[in-house]
T-cell receptor, first 111, second 111 residues
Framework: GQQVMQIPQYQHVQEGEDFTTYCNSS?????IQWYKQRPGGHPVFLIQ?????EVKKQKRLTFQFGEAKKNSSLHITATQTTDVGTYFC???????????FGAGTRLAVHP | SQTIHQWPATLVQPVGSPLSLECTVE??????LYWYRQAAGRGLQLLFY??????ISSEVPQNLSASRPQDRQFILSSKKLLLSDSGFYLC??????????FGQGTRLTVV
Protein backbone atom coordinates (compact mmCIF):
# COMPACT_ATOMS: atom_id res chain seq x y z
CA GLY A 1 0.00 0.00 0.00
CA GLN A 2 0.86 3.64 -0.18
CA GLN A 3 3.54 4.80 2.23
CA VAL A 4 4.67 8.30 3.06
CA MET A 5 8.07 8.64 4.68
CA GLN A 6 9.27 11.76 6.39
CA ILE A 7 12.72 12.75 7.65
CA PRO A 8 14.17 13.71 9.98
CA GLN A 9 12.11 12.41 12.84
CA TYR A 10 13.38 15.13 15.13
CA GLN A 11 15.27 18.39 14.63
CA HIS A 12 16.69 20.65 17.28
CA VAL A 13 17.78 24.13 16.15
CA GLN A 14 18.82 27.40 17.67
CA GLU A 15 16.46 30.27 17.11
CA GLY A 16 17.36 31.97 13.83
CA GLU A 17 18.66 28.83 12.14
CA ASP A 18 16.91 27.31 9.14
CA PHE A 19 14.97 24.06 9.18
CA THR A 20 13.94 21.62 6.46
CA THR A 21 11.81 18.49 6.55
CA TYR A 22 11.49 16.07 3.65
CA CYS A 23 8.65 13.85 2.58
CA ASN A 24 8.81 10.91 0.16
CA SER A 25 6.01 8.77 -1.15
CA SER A 26 6.20 5.22 -2.47
CA UNK A 27 3.63 6.17 -5.13
CA UNK A 28 2.89 9.20 -7.27
CA UNK A 29 0.69 11.63 -5.40
CA UNK A 30 -2.34 13.51 -6.68
CA UNK A 31 -1.49 16.27 -4.26
CA ILE A 32 0.38 16.80 -1.01
CA GLN A 33 -0.50 18.76 2.06
CA TRP A 34 1.43 20.00 5.06
CA TYR A 35 0.13 20.29 8.60
CA LYS A 36 1.46 21.63 11.87
CA GLN A 37 0.63 20.18 15.26
CA ARG A 38 1.52 22.20 18.31
CA PRO A 39 2.31 20.23 21.49
CA GLY A 40 -0.94 18.98 23.00
CA GLY A 41 -2.98 20.13 20.02
CA HIS A 42 -4.44 18.75 16.84
CA PRO A 43 -2.93 19.00 13.35
CA VAL A 44 -3.75 22.20 11.51
CA PHE A 45 -3.73 22.45 7.73
CA LEU A 46 -0.98 24.70 6.35
CA ILE A 47 -0.95 24.32 2.59
CA GLN A 48 -1.72 22.07 -0.35
CA UNK A 49 0.43 21.53 -3.44
CA UNK A 50 -1.08 20.04 -6.58
CA UNK A 51 1.15 20.74 -9.57
CA UNK A 52 4.41 19.06 -10.44
CA UNK A 53 7.35 21.26 -9.39
CA GLU A 54 5.08 23.67 -7.53
CA VAL A 55 6.61 26.06 -5.01
CA LYS A 56 4.55 28.04 -2.52
CA LYS A 57 5.57 30.44 0.21
CA GLN A 58 3.93 31.50 3.43
CA LYS A 59 6.07 34.17 5.06
CA ARG A 60 9.16 32.27 6.28
CA LEU A 61 7.84 28.87 5.09
CA THR A 62 8.62 27.52 1.62
CA PHE A 63 6.90 24.40 0.32
CA GLN A 64 8.00 22.43 -2.73
CA PHE A 65 6.42 19.57 -4.65
CA GLY A 66 8.78 17.42 -6.68
CA GLU A 67 8.70 17.13 -10.44
CA ALA A 68 7.71 13.46 -10.22
CA LYS A 69 5.05 14.26 -7.58
CA LYS A 70 6.58 11.71 -5.20
CA ASN A 71 8.44 14.02 -2.84
CA SER A 72 8.03 17.32 -1.09
CA SER A 73 9.84 19.57 1.33
CA LEU A 74 9.07 22.27 3.86
CA HIS A 75 11.76 24.84 4.60
CA ILE A 76 11.56 27.37 7.40
CA THR A 77 13.90 30.33 7.24
CA ALA A 78 15.18 31.87 10.47
CA THR A 79 13.19 29.76 12.89
CA GLN A 80 11.36 31.31 15.82
CA THR A 81 10.16 29.73 19.05
CA THR A 82 6.62 29.94 17.67
CA ASP A 83 7.63 27.40 15.01
CA VAL A 84 7.87 24.66 17.63
CA GLY A 85 5.70 21.65 16.89
CA THR A 86 5.45 18.61 14.66
CA TYR A 87 5.18 19.06 10.92
CA PHE A 88 3.37 16.41 8.93
CA CYS A 89 3.06 15.85 5.23
CA UNK A 90 0.10 13.93 3.86
CA UNK A 91 -0.64 12.56 0.45
CA UNK A 92 -3.44 11.06 -1.56
CA UNK A 93 -2.23 8.86 -4.39
CA UNK A 94 -5.27 6.94 -5.50
CA UNK A 95 -7.72 9.77 -5.93
CA UNK A 96 -9.96 8.09 -3.39
CA UNK A 97 -9.55 10.85 -0.83
CA UNK A 98 -7.52 8.52 1.39
CA UNK A 99 -5.08 10.75 3.21
CA UNK A 100 -1.92 9.03 4.41
CA PHE A 101 0.31 10.98 6.76
CA GLY A 102 4.04 10.84 7.19
CA ALA A 103 5.43 10.12 10.64
CA GLY A 104 6.11 13.80 11.19
CA THR A 105 9.16 15.86 12.05
CA ARG A 106 9.24 17.29 15.53
CA LEU A 107 10.92 20.68 15.62
CA ALA A 108 12.43 22.09 18.81
CA VAL A 109 13.67 25.68 18.74
CA HIS A 110 15.93 26.92 21.48
CA PRO A 111 16.21 30.66 22.15
CA SER B 1 -18.35 28.21 8.01
CA GLN B 2 -17.52 24.60 8.62
CA THR B 3 -16.93 23.23 12.09
CA ILE B 4 -16.14 19.80 13.44
CA HIS B 5 -17.12 18.58 16.88
CA GLN B 6 -15.49 15.64 18.56
CA TRP B 7 -16.18 14.38 22.05
CA PRO B 8 -15.27 13.59 24.70
CA ALA B 9 -11.93 15.37 25.01
CA THR B 10 -10.52 12.82 27.45
CA LEU B 11 -11.62 9.36 28.42
CA VAL B 12 -10.36 6.74 30.83
CA GLN B 13 -11.81 3.30 30.28
CA PRO B 14 -11.10 -0.12 31.81
CA VAL B 15 -9.85 -2.99 29.70
CA GLY B 16 -12.74 -4.95 28.24
CA SER B 17 -15.19 -2.06 28.31
CA PRO B 18 -16.94 -0.76 25.16
CA LEU B 19 -16.08 2.47 23.40
CA SER B 20 -18.03 4.99 21.39
CA LEU B 21 -16.48 8.20 20.09
CA GLU B 22 -18.60 10.56 18.05
CA CYS B 23 -17.70 13.20 15.52
CA THR B 24 -20.04 15.59 13.73
CA VAL B 25 -19.41 18.15 11.04
CA GLU B 26 -21.42 21.29 10.38
CA UNK B 27 -21.52 23.61 7.43
CA UNK B 28 -20.72 21.17 4.63
CA UNK B 29 -22.41 18.36 2.75
CA UNK B 30 -21.10 14.94 1.81
CA UNK B 31 -17.66 15.40 3.36
CA UNK B 32 -15.01 12.72 3.44
CA LEU B 33 -14.59 11.65 7.05
CA TYR B 34 -11.57 10.11 8.74
CA TRP B 35 -10.54 8.54 12.02
CA TYR B 36 -6.85 8.67 12.90
CA ARG B 37 -4.99 7.44 15.95
CA GLN B 38 -1.81 8.99 17.26
CA ALA B 39 0.33 7.21 19.85
CA ALA B 40 2.30 9.47 22.19
CA GLY B 41 5.00 11.29 20.24
CA ARG B 42 4.21 9.40 17.08
CA GLY B 43 2.60 9.96 13.69
CA LEU B 44 -1.00 9.72 12.52
CA GLN B 45 -2.26 6.27 11.70
CA LEU B 46 -5.29 6.19 9.41
CA LEU B 47 -7.88 3.85 10.92
CA PHE B 48 -11.01 4.42 8.83
CA TYR B 49 -12.23 6.73 6.14
CA UNK B 50 -15.61 7.25 4.57
CA UNK B 51 -16.70 8.94 1.36
CA UNK B 52 -20.43 8.65 2.04
CA UNK B 53 -23.17 7.34 4.29
CA UNK B 54 -22.63 3.69 5.13
CA UNK B 55 -19.36 3.57 3.17
CA ILE B 56 -16.47 2.68 5.44
CA SER B 57 -12.96 1.70 4.44
CA SER B 58 -10.81 0.08 7.09
CA GLU B 59 -7.07 0.56 6.87
CA VAL B 60 -5.73 -1.54 9.71
CA PRO B 61 -7.13 -4.79 11.16
CA GLN B 62 -7.82 -4.04 14.77
CA ASN B 63 -10.18 -4.06 17.65
CA LEU B 64 -12.14 -1.07 16.36
CA SER B 65 -14.99 -0.40 13.96
CA ALA B 66 -16.51 2.71 12.44
CA SER B 67 -19.95 3.70 11.23
CA ARG B 68 -21.45 6.64 9.37
CA PRO B 69 -25.18 6.61 10.09
CA GLN B 70 -25.70 10.16 8.80
CA ASP B 71 -23.93 12.32 6.24
CA ARG B 72 -22.07 14.39 8.80
CA GLN B 73 -21.72 11.91 11.64
CA PHE B 74 -18.84 9.48 12.10
CA ILE B 75 -18.62 7.07 15.01
CA LEU B 76 -15.68 5.01 16.23
CA SER B 77 -16.53 1.98 18.36
CA SER B 78 -15.11 -1.00 20.13
CA LYS B 79 -16.88 -3.85 21.88
CA LYS B 80 -13.98 -4.60 24.21
CA LEU B 81 -11.06 -2.23 24.68
CA LEU B 82 -7.47 -3.43 24.90
CA LEU B 83 -4.58 -1.66 26.60
CA SER B 84 -3.06 -1.12 23.15
CA ASP B 85 -6.11 0.96 22.14
CA SER B 86 -4.83 3.87 24.23
CA GLY B 87 -3.94 6.93 22.21
CA PHE B 88 -5.06 10.23 20.81
CA TYR B 89 -8.00 9.74 18.44
CA LEU B 90 -8.60 12.38 15.83
CA CYS B 91 -11.59 12.82 13.58
CA UNK B 92 -11.16 14.86 10.41
CA UNK B 93 -13.20 15.94 7.40
CA UNK B 94 -12.25 17.00 3.92
CA UNK B 95 -13.65 17.77 0.51
CA UNK B 96 -12.01 17.01 -2.82
CA UNK B 97 -9.10 17.39 -3.39
CA UNK B 98 -8.69 16.37 0.20
CA UNK B 99 -7.24 18.66 2.81
CA UNK B 100 -8.13 17.58 6.29
CA UNK B 101 -9.63 19.67 9.06
CA PHE B 102 -9.28 18.01 12.42
CA GLY B 103 -11.39 17.97 15.53
CA GLN B 104 -9.88 18.64 18.92
CA GLY B 105 -9.24 14.94 19.48
CA THR B 106 -10.00 12.46 22.26
CA ARG B 107 -7.25 11.27 24.57
CA LEU B 108 -8.17 7.71 25.45
CA THR B 109 -6.43 5.88 28.25
CA VAL B 110 -7.28 2.23 28.72
CA VAL B 111 -6.45 1.03 32.22
Amino acid sequence: GQQVMQIPQYQHVQEGEDFTTYCNSSTTLSNIQWYKQRPGGHPVFLIQLVKSGEVKKQKRLTFQFGEAKKNSSLHITATQTTDVGTYFCAGDSGGYNKLIFGAGTRLAVHP
Amino acid sequence: SQTIHQWPATLVQPVGSPLSLECTVEGTSNPNLYWYRQAAGRGLQLLFYSVGIGQISSEVPQNLSASRPQDRQFILSSKKLLLSDSGFYLCAWSVSPPKAFFGQGTRLTVV
